[in-house]
């Protein structure tokens, strides 16, 4: 394959038909599989031995530093890709910077220390701005919006960087505005000309994310079932959480890609925003939930060491917002979606309740329970797609629709 040292940065079409994920944006995830790895794991140090709002905060903080790099890159990715030799080589070099990102998470933790996540977070914005700007030269349709983008994102890293020189006690009010400030960036540039992106490819992506956290979560229980099996061996308990843990996993796998989200999208691109910030959520809670089921594995060779209300909550808070938030996203988006409340709030309910009779179920209890109610909510799911799917008429059947996500 022959590569192109530099070739104009223009605008790819919105409506390329099977646009999929490059061998580039799939060596760019593998940096966020590590970004992730650090803070699930923190997390679960966190929920066993510390209070939990002092973890809760810089895990926060931490996922949506990963989250919004990663959806940052993504959205210009699936306008601009033209993979020449700049290109990659910036796109590399926001690799670079989430590794030193990294290279932080500990610290953020444990000390409160935020420098390294932010100089981190300041390589990759240098990479992404160099490739915004590479678009506003070349593509003049767009250019107020790329020009926009440039400055939100520039002014914003400025602020990141001077947030390292306030008082403690201003760091979080201020990294909060923050935030809020980073997702009106690309709403206010969009106001200009919206830049442009796949359908197709966007929920492709935000697909291989979805992956890539109930990996982690996977990885995760692996962690806690070794823990538990060096301690006190092979157990009925340890094996009933630990299969009870995947079940939960490919049940939330199961329901994420039930939907034709690449349909959606491109049928009611308005809804794009509130279908992608969403996402914090959806991706927040499949990152919990893997510290949650670490811990709650490990628990039978470690009775009584993390409380099982914590356990409780750990596991079930997670699985809940991502069965509310992804019934949610898609009531807005997908018309005629499989995942309706009907379907989804029922397994939701009793998962959230679960921890009022954690001292009496204790985890083994808490995660075979949550596991029935996900098993059931896709059972209802595919059931109802199902119907749907029989009752639509063969040229219109959502069931015809590509590119599901």
Do not use: K
């Not at 440039?150 to 201020?174: D, F, K, M, N, S």
């Not at 997702?183 to 106001?191: D, K």
């Not at 811990?295 to 993390?306: H, I, K, R």
């Not at 921890?355 to 029935?372: C, K, N, R, T």
């Amino acid at each position: 394959m022959n590569i192109r040292l530099r070739v104009p940065l223009t605008a790819r079409r919105i409506d390329e038909q099977d646009r999929a994920s490059s061998p580039l944006e799939l060596l760019f995830d593998l940096t966020f599989v590590v970004a992730i790895a650090q803070a699930v794991a923190q997390l679960a140090h966190g929920l066993e031995g510390g209070p939990l709002i002092s973890t809760l905060i810089p895990f926060g903080l931490t996922f949506f530093a990963i989250w919004w790099a990663w959806m940052n890159f993504t959205w210009f990715s699936s306008g601009y890709d033209n993979d020449d030799a700049l290109y990659r080589v910036t796109t590399m070099l926001q690799m670079i910077g989430v590794l030193i990102l990294c290279s932080g998470i500990p610290a953020v933790f444990e000390q409160g220390d935020y420098t390294a996540l932010t100089l981190g977070y300041f390589v990759m914005r240098f990479g992404l701005i160099t490739q915004w700007t590479r678009a506003a030269l070349a593509d003049s349709e767009h250019r107020r919006s790329s020009v926009r983008t440039i400055i939100g994102y520039g002014t914003l890293q400025a602020g990141w960087l001077a947030r390292l020189l306030l008082p403690e006690h201003w760091g979080l009010p201020v990294s909060l505005l923050l935030v809020v400030l980073e997702l009106l960036v690309p709403l206010w540039a969009a106001r200009a000309g919206d830049p442009g992106w796949n359908p197709g490819h966007i929920a492709e992506r935000f697909g291989l994310f979805t992956i890539i956290l109930l990996g982690e979560s996977v990885l995760a229980a692996m962690t806690g079932f070794q823990r538990a099996y060096t301690a006190d061996g092979l157990s009925a308990q340890l094996v009933i959480v630990a299969l009870a843990s995947v079940v939960t996993l490919f049940a939330l796998w199961w329901l994420y890609y039930l939907e034709p989200s690449a349909a959606g999208l491109a049928e009611r691109r308005r809804f794009s925003y509130i279908w992608a910030y969403g996402h914090y959520a959806t991706f927040g809670a499949l990152a919990m939930l893997g510290a949650g089921l670490e811990v709650a594995v490990a628990s039978p060779s470690e009775d009584g060491l993390v409380p099982a209300r914590v356990i409780a909550l750990a596991v079930t808070v997670p699985v809940s917002l991502f069965l509310v938030t992804l019934w949610s996203l898609n009531a807005q988006l997908i018309p005629y979606a499989a995942i309706r409340a009907r379907v989804i709030l029922p397994s939701a309910l009793i998962t959230a309740l679960l921890p009022f009779a954690a001292d009496s179920l204790q985890p083994v209890g808490i995660v075979l329970i949550g596991a029935a109610a996900c098993a059931f909510a896709v059972v209802l799911a595919s059931l109802n797609q199902a119907g749907r799917t029989v009752r639509t008429p063969p040229e219109t059947s959502p069931s015809r629709l590509t590119d599901q996500g």
